[in-house]
């Protein structure tokens, strides 16, 4: 079989993106994954001097590669400092593999990094959840309580911006499930924010215009250490089923994702206008902010006992 040539420089390709019909070698690769994050965080804001960049950083593929660019990009500049948040939500077998994986990219980063569990900031863990739950699905549970640790985590460590490892793939596949559920308020408030709400960490999001796959070979080719597990509970999540529909639509129509990222993009500020984020109070029970009287942690925390 014959081996395939970059587009750029005629050496071996390492990968075909189909989306653009072009094939690249591992340092054009490299150098077109980098070129786009550095784009796409430009527009998302600028970044303040003095700031402090959080990343949220599970052991993964996605967040591992987050904190290596956001390594990249910021720790030159001698005035912004980097901090990793690892969640732990008590999931055995799962998530106690990723912490080490996480702790050691950060060694070698020389990054500071933190770890928070839902254990001794909500009272309990994941796996505990699971056995309990009533009527709400883990997903739910685990989405709020890791959102509300984050934010907690991050204020007190005096972060400025946290990023997310959210690919191409999850922000389509959120795009997709808030049109199909008519959640246009939710859809409104998808990240990256530009209004930064009283009380709420603003996210930066640099791969949200990577693919996923992409996002895995940027890590292989780079020799990063990730973890390749997949969450036990993933299984029963919705998300599953539009990852599948979007991922046919992808193989039948190569840039699909990027059209409907495009598409939101062009509305946003429409949608923005029409469903302005509401006015946040404390809540009652923890004080942190919220459209209700208490915010949806402490609701679902109520459920839990």
């Known amino acids: 079989m014959m081996t395939k040539l970059c587009s750029k420089c005629k050496k071996p390709a390492v990968t075909y993106i189909r989306y653009n019909g072009t094939h690249l070698c591992k340092d054009h690769f490299l150098q077109y994954v980098e070129r786009r994050v550095k784009k796409d965080i430009k527009k998302q804001g600028k970044t303040e001097q003095g700031c402090t960049i959080g990343v949220a950083l599970s052991g993964g593929k996605d967040s591992v590669v987050a904190l290596h660019l956001a390594h990249d990009i910021y720790a030159k500049r001698t005035d912004t400092s980097i901090i990793a948040i690892t969640v732990d939500e008590g999931i055995q077998g799962y998530r106690n593999k990723s912490i080490s994986i996480a702790a050691d990219n950060c060694s070698r980063l020389g990054i500071e990094h933190h770890t928070v569990s839902f254990e001794t900031t909500i009272g309990t863990t994941m796996d505990k959840i699971a056995r309990k739950k009533e009527g709400v699905g883990e997903c739910s549970y685990c989405g709020v309580f890791r959102r509300f640790c984050l934010n907690v985590t991050a204020k007190n460590l ?121 006015i946040l109070q404390k809540c009652s029970e923890c004080g942190e902010p919220t459209s209700q009287k208490k915010c949806k942690a402490c609701v679902l925390k109520e459920t839990l006992v």
């Open 158 to 278: 005096e972060i400025d911006r946290l990023v997310t490892g959210h690919n191409l793939d999850d922000m389509a596949q959120s795009i997709l499930m808030n049109f199909v559920n008519g959640d246009m308020q939710r859809l409104a408030r998808l990240g990256p924010h530009h209004k930064i709400q009283p009380g709420l960490v603003p996210r930066l999001m640099p791969l949200r215009t990577i693919p996923e796959k992409e996002t895995t070979l940027y890590a292989i080719l780079k020799h990063t250490e990730y973890f390749d597990g997949e969450c036990p509970y993933a299984i029963h999540a919705l998300r599953g089923e539009f990852r599948d529909i979007l991922d046919t639509l992808e193989y039948k129509t190569p840039g699909t994702r990027h059209s409907i990222l495009n598409s939101y993009e062009s509305i946003r500020d429409v949608l923005y206008e029409k469903y302005p984020p509401g």
